[in-house]
């Protein structure tokens, strides 16, 4: 891991959202010097939930109790779908790496299991995912048992209301209860932004302030459910205080981005690259790739606010994302890869991206774009070979998928960031220098 | 020179500069700077700092000053980081200022009496002192290199009594250079030394000599010209091992006084005749004089204040001895500051002391304003529009630190700025903050619409805010309120009470509908703490934080606009 300067990266990880995180620290991991390149920001629109694969096939809109039955079926109707390529021993690997390291990073998520799981949003209706973060654990059980629950909320905090959730579900949950509450010592705030909330939940005071409030409106209650806001840094010790003070499960419901698990997620991330020696550029974006023949390096060229920096690495992992995350741009001809203008799989014309529906259910064209890659995860250019023999790519960027309706973001950038480091690794093998 | 005559000039110019000296170190304890600088007594400030030196030099901190004296102060190891060209330059000026001093003008008080054989025509100290002549020569070049290189866009303060004093130090040199030149090339020197030591001044019995010091020592004879025979060249060399060879060298080794003997040769006679080597002599010692008594009075008297401001900054909170300690370190920076410059180059409001055209945003300049403000001549009446700039340069500073950072001599110049701005507040100077908010800001833009166009700068938007001159910087917002979301300064405005009237993305809104004015006189523009959470943590990489400043920057030019058209009408 130690690398002296001027020395070459083992590996290069462009893109800093879910897949680029994983990658890098997959890398990290298995003891490769690494450095990313990026903004961390688009990880503050996860909701904290780690979808692995809940709806197959999409058109139909069919949701699956077990990730790993869905994959099966996955890896039969479309085996080229990038989940369909990595083996489920491999993406339990991942998965239990990727948690672990998040769990040691002080964000804790509920053991993974076998199965999908079910959970209410900030709107009422039910979302399946897979990866539960502690705080949101007791929510799973309660919309399962359907006990009677209080659900509260604060006034103004924007696109969050209890009261919605409980109409949404009036005819499933009786003894489902609403209540809004002033969140005290914001009370002559016209709006409220839950990071605000969260950091003013982890001082003593005001968690006392809330739980006062909160106790004497439970009644018959045998769960809470409350927005998304018990804390950030010091989130596990504010929900157990809640719990213990309350006496009953408390559990926090996913709020729009930005929002406060996506904050944690953040944090949790970056400490656990922190922690293994990832190097970062956070405020810089990569101007120019190119690779040396001779060295067999890939010599990139930063750009920042604080000037430009050259460094070299032996390999390459691009994790920029679609359309949001810059690693794909919608010309008006046609989609292109942003760094390299790798060949983009896509329609042949402009007129066929999109379905004459917006809200088609089966999808359009335009959200399967993306980069073909070979059994090694490496990008081909248009003759069908890879661009350079280790540049690789993984997550959203790649074709074949729509993660958005198949509900697969986070499986997708996770199993992909896994799979590629292993055949990373492999490619280092040969190229070491003595 | 009347030996009566050199003693009374100099002892008057030591005693000049020993009131200079006494005059300049009791400012430290009597000028005041800050709201905390009233109540202290001159005698309290004076007694505060006797009892903390000496309270420092007893305790474990004086072996570090040891450190620090050795590698702050005699290897400057502060302006060694800050550029490696004038700490080279200011290293070979000091080192042949002090060896040209020991070993050639207290040469009869010290370097004689170091070394047993010392002879000022004898090498290695004939080469030594055109070294060291040269090193000063060569020092003050590269520090002027130096600071050339440094370039901020406004020319440095003007300061006549630091230029006139290089300028004595020049006359100095130069004359010191060319009266040992006319030295080595006089024959009226050649004879009576001659007459001396071989006991003639015949010219006829001197032939050899004459011959050989011609060719050989440099001497101009007028009645000697050509190449000489071996023979007589032998016969002189035999007179010269007897009588001059036990206190010459060949002056060769005066690299430079050498050759400009030997250019000076053709017009020796008429020198001789005007007697140059005595009004060179008189110029080079009166220079000398002028120079010693007036030091105190330049910014030359850093040599003495900058050390000690090192060891004050060494000495850490020790060394305040505060509060009263504090108070008296301020005036000492005001007299510490070499006015290197090199604070001027790294600050960070550097564009927009360009943009406003006013160069009392930069330090160093800041600096000499604080000097007259606390000198009682910059709220003089009839000045008020050198006072605004002033309060300007004050108010836009960004505290971001790097001046003190980067200061060779250590001074803690936010402290100075932040005592500098309560004594302009306090003459009823407001921050622009302050003025800003005594209006909405829909008010601000209300009043801005009534401006016309030639009441604002002429300098091209994109030179000040070119992040808020070009839509690209900030239309990629998807208002995620992710920037408000990270703000501490809403955070803490909504928990308090107060609020802030617009958030950060909204903010950027307003940018994206083209409706800029109306951001320029809100609270959250002037609240910004420039913590740059939102910066890091926007997902669509915009320099919100980065825009904020901008902003306040042009509020300041079109507010403050508005405010002098108003004070007008």
Redesign the interface.
């Given at each position: 891991m130690m690398r002296a300067r001027g020395d070459a990266y083992d590996v290069a990880v462009i893109g800093a959202g879910m897949a680029g995180m994983a990658a890098a620290l997959f890398a990290a991991e298995q003891g490769l010097s690494c450095i990313q390149i990026g903004?961390g920001?688009?990880l503050?629109?996860a909701s904290g939930l780690l979808d692995l694969l809940a709806v197959h096939p999409v058109a139909e809109g069919r949701r699956w109790q077990s990730p790993y039955e869905a994959l099966a079926a996955l890896a039969v109707d479309e085996p080229g779908h990038p989940l369909a390529r990595v083996d489920s021993a491999s993406i339990r690997a991942a998965f239990e790496c990727f948690v672990s390291a998040l769990g040691a990073a002080g964000l804790t998520y509920a053991p993974l299991g076998e199965r999908n799981r079910q959970l209410l949003t900030s709107i009422g209706t039910i979302k399946t995912s897979f990866g539960v973060p502690a705080a949101m654990v007791a929510g799973v059980d309660a919309l399962a048992a359907r006990p009677p629950c209080l659900l509260v909320d604060f006034r103004g905090l924007r696109e969050f209301s209890a009261a919605q959730i409980a109409a949404t579900l009036a005819g499933h949950w009786r003894g489902l209860r609403h209540q809004r509450l002033e969140f005290p010592?914001?009370?002559?705030?016209?709006?409220?932004?839950?990071?605000?909330l969260a950091?003013?939940l982890e001082s003593g005071e005001t968690r006392r302030r809330t739980i006062a409030l909160v106790k004497p409106l439970l009644g018959d209650a045998r769960a809470l459910g409350i927005p998304a806001v018990l804390g950030l840094a010091r989130a596990s010790a504010v929900h157990a205080a809640f719990e213990a003070e309350l006496g009953v499960p408390v559990f926090e419901i996913p709020t729009m981005?930005?929002s406060v698990p996506g904050?944690r997620l953040l944090g949790a991330l970056e400490s656990a690259l922190g922690k293994r020696g990832v190097h970062r550029r956070?405020?810089a974006?990569v101007h120019a790739l190119a690779f040396d023949a001779h060295a067999g390096t890939a010599e990139l060229e930063l750009g920042s606010?604080s000037g430009c920096e050259h460094l070299s690495a032996r390999a390459v992992v691009l994790a920029t994302g679609r359309f949001?995350g810059r690693g794909l741009r919608a010309e008006r001809d046609a989609v292109r890869e942003s760094i390299l203008g790798i060949p983009v799989q896509q329609p042949d014309s402009r007129a066929a991206w999109h379905q004459r529906d917006f809200l088609d259910p089966a999808g359009h064209a335009l959200n399967r774009a993306g980069l073909s890659v070979d059994a090694d995860w490496r990008p081909l250019d248009a003759g069908g070979k890879p661009v350079w023999p280790r540049l690789f790519a993984v997550g959203s960027i790649l074709a074949q998928q729509d993660w958005m309706r198949a509900k697969c973001g986070s499986g997708l950038a996770i199993a992909t960031a896994w799979a590629a480091m292993g055949k990373v690794r492999t490619a280092l093998r040969g190229t070491v220098p003595a | 020179m009347p030996a009566a005559l050199f003693q009374t000039a100099l002892y008057a110019s030591l005693v000049l500069c020993a009131l200079g000296l006494v005059w300049r170190i009791s400012a430290w304890f009597r000028v005041r700077i800050g709201p905390d600088a009233q109540a202290p007594t001159p005698y309290q400030r004076a007694a505060a700092a006797c009892r903390g030196s000496v309270s420092v030099l007893c305790s474990r901190r004086a072996l570090h000053l040891l450190g620090v004296f050795f590698l702050d102060v005699l290897l400057l190891r502060r302006l060694f980081a800050s550029g490696k060209l004038r700490w080279f330059g200011h290293l070979l000026a000091v080192l042949g200022f002090a060896l040209l001093l020991l070993m050639h003008a207290l040469a009869p008080l010290l370097g004689a009496k170091l070394f047993q054989d010392y002879q000022a025509t004898l090498d290695p100290y004939l080469f030594l002192r055109d070294l060291f002549g040269v090193m000063i020569l060569l020092g003050v070049a590269l520090m002027l290199l130096g600071r050339s290189r440094a370039r901020t866009g406004f020319a440095a303060p003007r300061d006549p009594a630091g230029a006139s004093f290089i300028a004595l130090l020049a006359i100095v040199l130069v004359t010191g250079f060319l009266l040992e030149a006319d030295k080595i090339a006089s024959a009226r020197a050649f004879y009576r030394m001659a007459e001396q030591y071989a006991g003639t001044a015949d010219p006829a019995r001197l032939k050899p000599l004459r011959a050989l010091w011609a060719s050989e020592f440099g001497v101009a004879f007028e009645d000697l010209k050509g190449p000489q025979t071996p023979d007589l060249l032998a016969q002189g060399r035999e007179l010269h091992d007897k009588a001059c060879a036990a206190c010459h060298s060949k002056p060769a080794s005066a690299f430079v006084a050498y050759p400009l003997a030997r250019a000076l040769a053709p017009a020796m006679a008429g020198l001789e005749q005007g007697q140059a080597d005595v009004w060179l002599l008189y110029l080079h010692v009166f220079a000398c004089f002028v120079g010693l008594a007036s030091l105190p009075f330049t910014r030359f008297f850093h040599v003495l204040a900058s050390p000690l401001s090192l060891l004050l900054s060494g000495a850490g909170s020790a060394g305040e001895f505060f509060p009263a300690g504090r108070v008296s370190r301020r005036a000492l920076a005001l007299d510490a500051c070499v006015r290197c410059g090199i604070c001027d180059a790294r600050c960070s409001v550097a564009p927009l002391a360009r943009y406003l055209g006013n160069p009392l945003l930069l330090p160093s300049h800041k600096l000499l304003a604080t000097t007259a403000l606390a000198g009682g001549r910059l709220l003089r009446s009839g000045r008020e529009a050198e006072t605004v700039r002033a309060a300007d340069g004050a108010f836009l500073c960004t505290d971001c630190g790097r001046c003190t950072s980067h200061c060779p001599v250590g001074l803690d110049l936010e402290d100075l700025w932040e005592a500098g701005r309560a004594d302009l507040a306090a003459a009823g100077l407001p921050r622009p903050a302050q003025w800003v908010q005594a209006r909405p800001a829909f008010e601000w833009a209300e009043l801005l619409e009534q401006i016309p166009g030639k009441a604002f700068a002429a300098a091209p938007l994109a030179a000040c805010a070119p992040l808020a001159a070009d839509s690209g910087s900030f239309s990629r917002c998807v208002q995620c309120q992710t920037c408000t979301n990270v703000c501490p300064v809403v955070a803490h405005g909504n928990g308090a009470g107060h609020g802030v009237d617009l958030t950060p993305q909204k903010v950027m809104n307003l940018l994206r509908l083209g409706l800029r004015d109306l951001t320029l006189g809100s609270r959250m523009v002037w609240d910004c703490a420039g913590c740059y959470q939102c910066q890091q943590s926007c997902p669509e990489g915009i320099r919100v934080a980065d825009i904020m400043y901008e902003l306040r920057a042009l509020s300041v030019q079109r507010l403050g606009a508005v405010r002098s058209h108003g004070a007008q009408a």
């Open positions: 903004n920001g688009s503050l629109f010592g914001y009370e002559a705030a016209a709006e409220l932004y839950s990071a605000h950091r003013a981005p930005t904050l956070q405020q974006s606010v949001t | -």
